[in-house]
């Protein structure tokens, strides 16, 4: 006697492509150049931006689209099936407008009307050309008390100095 199951077969590959791997998504941005950067006043917040013209898509499950709109610059999260934590790796190119040692904040909000900041970190710099690395981790979950998942996040820079930025990437993934 065969049974009959509340759920479809692609319902089931949804669920297990969705929780055994980890989805990662490199987006590489031509924003800007080592020819046009973004000019930073120090101690002003700048949104990071990534128009991903070159994507590498690792270990999607097929309902899983897009991790990064490039559009609005945020997080796209609300594909996923469960509430993961996510990481996400914010690289670019820093150049100093003095030769003198700094700190570029990064940060992550929930992209509401007023943003609400979810985490900061400090990156420092030398006070030379150089790639800065930001790995900032938070988790989607409605126990934030955010609506983290629907609504994305989005992410700023913030030089100690003068600088120019560019090069930028992003790598989002969840653990």
Known sequence: MAIQLDFSADEINKTIGG????????????????????TMTGGSEYPFACNGVT?????????????????SNKTVLNEFLDTPEIVANLS??????????GIVTI????????????????VHFKGDIEKLTG????YTGSETGFDIK???VIFTVESSLGAEIYDTSIEIYRT
Do not use: C
Not at 59 to 70: A, E, G, Q, R, V
Not at 92 to 101: H, Q, R, V
């Open 150 to 152: 629907n609504k994305g």
């Open 107 to 122: 940060s992550a909000y929930v992209n509401e009307t007023v943003p609400l900041l979810i985490k900061s970190i400090n």
């Open 135 to 138: 790995l900032l981790t938070f």
């Open 19 to 38: 929780r055994l791997y980890s989805p990662i998504q490199d987006v590489v941005g031509t924003d800007y150049t080592v020819g046009i950067p973004l």
């Open 55 to 71: 994507r590498n898509f690792k270990n999607l499950p097929s309902h899983i689209t897009n991790m990064w709109d490039t559009v």
């Open 92 to 101: 670019f190119m820093i150049d100093p407008a003095a030769s003198k040692e």
